[in-house]
């Protein structure tokens, strides 16, 4: 009889179990909680065309654990559970959104951290990952930086 299947079994199993022990390692968590908190958008800029001022000074992120809710005003913009890569170049942040005008979609992004702040940059719900920080006419990428309420 042969133990192949249960030969892939023990090693998917064992993939598994690495895998969520990477996610919960020290360095891991510490990406996490450089993403947690609550922000202010800085700027934002949505296929080449720079976001006014009036949007981008009303909106704030919050992320509690691996929950991030964006708020323009009182209103819910988006709500969306989260993932990272920290070991990509550039970094990967992937968006399940639960809430919001996007709600029911997936976003592939890119980010990169430097002391309180924090620059994502998103292509449009179900389309390819950004691969530069940068947002151009047609492109559907949203590029928006954020800084560390206190």
Same mark, same amino acid.
């Given at each position: 009889?042969s133990?192949? #299947?249960?030969?892939?079994? =023990? +090693?998917?199993?064992? !993939?598994? =179990? ?5 996610? &919960?390692? #020290?360095? +891991?968590?510490? &990406?996490?909680?450089? !993403? ?5 958008? !800085? ?20 992320? &509690? ?12 913009? =988006? ?30 992004? =890119?980010?990169r ?5 924090? !620059?994502?940059?998103f ?6 990952? #950004? ?5 151009? #006419? ?10 560390? &309420?206190?």
């Amino acid at each position: 009889m042969s133990q192949t #299947p249960c030969v892939r079994f =023990i +090693a998917l199993a064992a !993939l598994a =179990i690495s895998s969520a022990s990477a996610q &919960e390692s #020290p360095a +891991a968590k510490q &990406e996490m909680d450089r !993403l947690r908190g609550t922000f202010s958008m !800085l700027s934002g800029m949505a296929d080449g065309t720079e976001m006014p001022a009036a949007m981008t000074s009303a909106m704030k992120r919050v992320a &509690e654990g691996s929950v991030t809710t964006v708020t323009m005003g009182t209103n819910l913009y =988006i709500k969306a559970n989260f993932s990272i890569n920290a070991a990509a170049t550039p970094k990967t942040i992937d968006y399940d959104m639960t809430g919001g005008f996007t709600a029911g979609k997936k976003q592939l992004g =890119i980010y990169r951290t430097s002391g309180d702040t924090v !620059l994502f940059c998103f292509g449009s719900p179900g389309s390819a990952r #950004p691969t530069a920080f940068e947002s151009k #006419p047609g492109s559907g990428v949203t590029c928006s930086a954020w800084k560390r &309420e206190k």
